[in-house]
């Protein structure tokens, strides 16, 4: 028997933190939900914290090992004058923009990332994020961040700046209504796998996938269903979800709008290597 979560959140990034908040909080209800299988974050219960040497940072660590992942999802609001600290030795990084503008900086070189532009940072290579203190906006990103994991023979990837709009869309597994956008290189450097997936409304995922590879996953736009284990939770633009290794997992687009989110998971790795994550 499936367990359905009701829901009732906000229609966008930039609204989250809406009157829907207000009601669910004044009732004490939360959409979010954390089992040791996955996990929904919800924008009502977002609470921001400190990362160390970030400064003008609002983060909410919404993904870490302390829920069983092996990795960390960051949201992140940089105000005017902000910057970024390094991630611990060893750890790549990657970067994608909500909202705002964001100066990337290293080897000598800036680079400003928009909505839907985005980095990939290497383990152990110095950088740094800013919003411009001459300027007025904040950026708001996520960042996704884990141990790099070597491979032998390969060096690690080299910094990929980029959009999302330089990569076309292609149909996932055949259906022109469900589209994946890989924003990251196919290559035996890469030990971590970006990819957005667009779909039309009333699309669904072709089938209930159930893998070693566990998700982190970033609502962008729109909303659906998503199947979790054994439960059903409706979902909304803001939602983060983390899933485990074989949790089962399935999406349906519903509403008016296409639905789309951002999406972490492991490759090109023998599973044994991730038990050094664990």
């Known amino acids: 028997m499936f367990r359905t979560h009701r ?6 990034f930039s609204r989250r933190r809406s009157v829907n908040k207000q009601i669910l909080t004044s009732t004490g209800e939360t959409r979010s939900r954390v089992t040791r299988s996955h996990a929904l974050i919800a924008a009502d219960g977002h609470v921001n914290t400190t990362l160390q040497g970030w400064s ?6 919404l993904i870490s090992p302390q829920m069983g992942a092996r990795f960390c999802l960051y949201l992140i609001t940089l105000l005017s004058g902000g910057t970024s600290a390094p991630p611990l030795p060893g750890v790549e990084r990657f970067v994608y923009v909500l909202d705002g503008e964001l100066d990337l900086e290293f080897s000598g070189s ?20 800013t919003v411009d203190a001459g300027r007025t906006n904040t950026a708001r990103f996520t960042v996704v961040e884990r141990r790099y994991i070597a491979k032998d023979g390969h060096d690690a990837p080299s910094p990929l700046v980029s959009t999302t709009d330089d990569h076309p869309g292609e149909p996932f597994l ?16 890469f030990d971590m796998a970006m990819n957005t997936m667009t779909f039309v409304p ?29 439960d059903w939770y409706p979902v909304t633009a803001g939602d983060v979800i983390w899933m485990g290794p074989y949790c089962p997992q399935w999406f349906a687009a ?25």
């Open 110 to 129: 800036t680079h400003r990332l928009a909505l839907g532009g985005y980095a990939y940072l290497p383990p152990d290579l110095p950088h740094r994020l």
């Open 7 to 12: 829901a009732a959140g906000p229609p966008s």
């Open 174 to 189: 055949g259906d022109g209504n469900l589209t994946v956008r890989k924003l990251l290189p196919d290559e035996p450097g």
């Open 202 to 230: 009333g699309t669904p995922l072709p089938f209930v996938e159930t893998h070693f590879m566990e998700h982190g996953l970033v609502m962008l736009s729109g909303g659906g269903v998503y199947r979790l284990d054994d």
């Open 254 to 278: 519903t509403g008016r709008a296409d639905a789309s989110y951002l999406l972490y998971k492991e490759t090109n790795r023998d599973p044994f290597l991730f038990e050094r994550l664990s």
């Open 56 to 61: 003008g940072a609002e983060p909410v660590i």
